[in-house]
């Protein structure tokens, strides 16, 4: 599954409660033990998924810092950013992720998480700029 759980599904009053009952305990969890990465993660996806944005970027800024060299972190980091709006941001942490050992670049064109991203002005540059890491990044291999 490349990235997270996307934010786009309209959820039931039902899914909503019980999704807001394991964002809960997940919360409990990471609490306890602040350094378990699929905690983390999960508690990432739940909060994406339920619409609570902001506080997904913050997840995914813990990630980061847990795991600073791992490549679907960066990911997930530059999709939380454009949900955010912060297109700037996302292309830069995307360009890590590329850096990183990503290379899904056909994700990018079909992540609902980054259609925001994919409407800003610089994205075709970015694009372009993408696939010369990626192949640079092949070249050195």
Not at 19 to 44: Q, T
Not at 117 to 141: D, N, Q, V, W
């Amino acid at each position: 599954m490349p990235g997270k759980k996307s934010a786009t599904k309209k959820l039931t009053p039902r899914q909503r409660r019980d999704l807001d009952i394991k964002i809960a305990f997940m919360e409990g969890i990471v609490r306890r033990d602040p350094d378990y990465v699929e905690a983390w993660e999960i508690l990432g996806d739940d909060y994406t998924s339920r619409g609570k944005y902001a506080e997904g970027l913050k997840v995914d800024l813990r990630l980061a810092l847990l795991r600073p060299d791992d490549p679907m972190v960066h990911y997930n980091l530059g999709c939380s950013y454009a949900l955010n709006r912060k297109f700037t941001k996302s292309m830069a942490t995307l360009e890590q992720a590329v850096r990183l050992g990503f290379h899904n670049l056909r994700q990018l064109a079909r992540d609902p998480d980054l259609s925001g991203l994919r409407k800003h002005p610089s994205y075709p540059t970015f694009r372009t700029k993408l696939g010369r890491i990626k192949a640079a990044s092949a070249e050195c291999r």
